[in-house]
């Protein structure tokens, strides 16, 4: 555990030290700030829906953008022999790394809390959904991040690694539009892995464990892909 | 300390390392040399657990690497070829985190970054980035990195390529100062540097031992034979030649390019081992000939090793 935290911090820090972050944040604010405001007027309604309901796909773009570095860059470095010879299991590595990238997806989340600040000045804001929205939030990046983290570990190289993490997280994203090319007999089936309808139920304020369930096995499933991975790596 | 049985490590079907045993005792400091290729660097990353063995076993201090490997890392510190660090950190946050990471309390932290700063020489260099520093400092860094827990083990691959001959020698003096109370196992291809440092050389080919033995005997053993060169003033060479020929029945007097001017060089080869120079000088005592030169070549661990590694 105490492994777990050191790791976890010296990630979460180093996204800070180079221009990265600040570069990822901006870029993030700026798209969901200028796509949300600039129909929010026309809606007319005091709630946030239009903002959550964008997340899934400019998350599975930025979400690989943030992990992409995580194991890519210290195979191709070589750091990462060095990080396997410390007395650190191939656990601590994993999760200590995705909760780097969790912790930076919840910095990059802390900016717009000022939106429902801004919007419970012109109307009343349901605090249901907002909860509900940002609880949901959390969730799915914590998925993508995840599925970032494997697909870092697949490779050395950071821009292979960003692709194949981001076509992951997009097709999670899509699947529910896409079920008319698939069989109707196991429509319902892969509709499940669907990311999207699960997060919108919850960003609806819906808290129902089945939507919890599943992004936490996604989570569960990325990190086990990872320790897979590094173990047959070495 | 350290017990190695029968380790092998292919990849696909390329076999890095065949079937190597070594036993390793503690306070040793063993050199592994090796041409290039010939699987010092995989031996070395199989014995930090950074690779997993095809299939053999070590052992240290009683436990085998398979099942206590994290226990196992704990005793070794470890410094990779190059040194490849984590390049985007200060040198201080660097160590910091490394310390952390190796289990130091926090309240000892300065005090064993202070100690480690003094032994490698890092005190003007803490507040840099890694990516500014040069690859001396950055290996000095890599040193202060492997020996941070005071490891019972130091594990160093190549520690000293790359580098000055001034660092070189400093980082020689740091590893015999360390090598007093630990076990140091290091690789290199300089055979200097293996035969000033090292307590007992293992010679690596192709992934097998060809030998095993300390730095004297290893050369008292491939001794067979004795050079001796001789330089004489200005002597009458075929007179020279004549003489120097009845010393003993089963030498072999060759004629050399003189090394300065004004004298007449030979090599005098013998099958035997003894040493020629006091024939030689006693030889010449009975004429009036003046020495300019008179040495022995003893067999170098250069020629040793070109023999072990022959058909590379």
């Known amino acids: 555990m105490k492994q777990i935290i050191n790791i976890a911090a010296k990630e979460f820090r180093d996204y800070f030290i180079s221009p990265i972050a600040y570069i990822v944040i901006s870029l993030f604010l700026v798209v969901t700030g200028w796509f949300f405001f600039s129909t929010f007027f026309l809606f007319d309604t005091a709630d946030m829906r239009n903002f959550f309901s964008m997340l899934p796909i400019i998350f599975s773009f930025i979400i690989p953008a943030v992990t992409m570095r995580l194991f890519s860059e210290e195979i191709n470095v070589g750091s990462y022999e060095i990080l396997l010879t410390m007395p650190v299991s191939f656990t601590d590595i994993a999760v200590g790394k995705f909760l780097a990238a969790l912790l930076f997806s919840a910095c990059m989340l802390l900016p717009t809390i000022s939106y429902p600040v801004f919007i419970s000045f012109i109307g009343d804001v349901d605090p249901g959904p907002l909860l509900g929205g940002y609880m949901g939030a959390i969730l799915l990046s914590g998925a993508f991040c995840s599925i970032g983290i494997f697909a870092s570990s697949l490779t050395r190289n950071q821009i292979v690694a960003f692709i194949i993490g981001a076509s992951i997280c997009f097709t999670l994203t899509i699947l529910d539009q896409i079920l008319f090319f698939i069989p109707s007999s196991i429509t319902e089936v892969v509709a499940f892995f669907g990311a999207d309808a699960h997060f919108a139920s919850i960003s609806k304020g819906v808290i129902d464990s089945r939507d919890i369930l599943y992004f936490l096995s996604v989570i569960f499933m990325g990190l086990f892909g990872t320790y897979i991975v590094m173990q047959e790596k070495n | ?312």
């Open chain 2, 1 to 312: 300390m350290i017990q190695v049985k029968n380790l092998t490590k292919y990849y696909n079907s390329f076999c890095a390392v065949d079937g190597i045993n070594l036993e390793i005792r503690r306070g040793e400091i063993l050199g592994l040399l090796g041409p290039n290729g010939a699987g010092k660097t995989t031996t070395l990353r199989m014995l930090t657990g950074f690779f997993k063995p095809t299939s053999g076993d070590i052992i240290v201090k009683g436990l085998s690497i398979a099942e206590n490997s994290l226990k196992i890392k704990e005793l070794i510190g470890y410094l990779p070829e190059s040194a490849p660090l984590y390049h985007n950190m200060l040198v201080f946050d660097y160590l910091c985190y490394v310390a952390k990471v190796r289990g130091i309390k926090q309240e000892n932290i300065p005090s064993r970054l202070k100690e480690l700063s003094e032994l490698c020489g890092l005190s003007d260099i803490m507040h840099q980035s890694v990516d500014e520093l040069s690859k001396g400092l950055k290996q000095r860094v890599g040193l202060a990195h492997a020996m941070m827990s005071d490891p019972e083990i130091l594990i160093l691959d190549e520690p000293t390529s790359g580098l000055d001959p001034n660092q070189i020698a400093e980082i020689r003096e740091i590893i015999k100062q360390i090598g007093k109370e630990k076990t140091i196992i290091f690789s290199t291809h300089i055979l200097s540097e293996a035969e000033a440092t090292c307590d007992r050389i293992v010679i690596i080919n192709r992934g097998k031992i060809v030998a095993d033995d300390t730095t004297q005997r290893l050369k008292n053993h491939a001794a067979s034979g004795s050079t001796v060169h001789l330089s004489l003033y200005g002597e009458d060479e075929s007179e020279a030649f004549r003489v120097l020929g009845t010393i003993a029945p089963d030498i072999e007097v060759v004629k050399r390019e003189p090394v300065e001017k004004g004298v007449v060089s030979f090599e005098i080869g013998s099958s035997r081992p003894e040493d020629l120079r006091r024939d030689i000088y006693l030889k010449i005592r009975e004429t009036n000939w003046i020495i300019a030169q008179l040495t022995r070549e003893s067999q170098t661990l250069e020629s040793i090793f070109h023999e072990l590694t022959k058909g590379n």
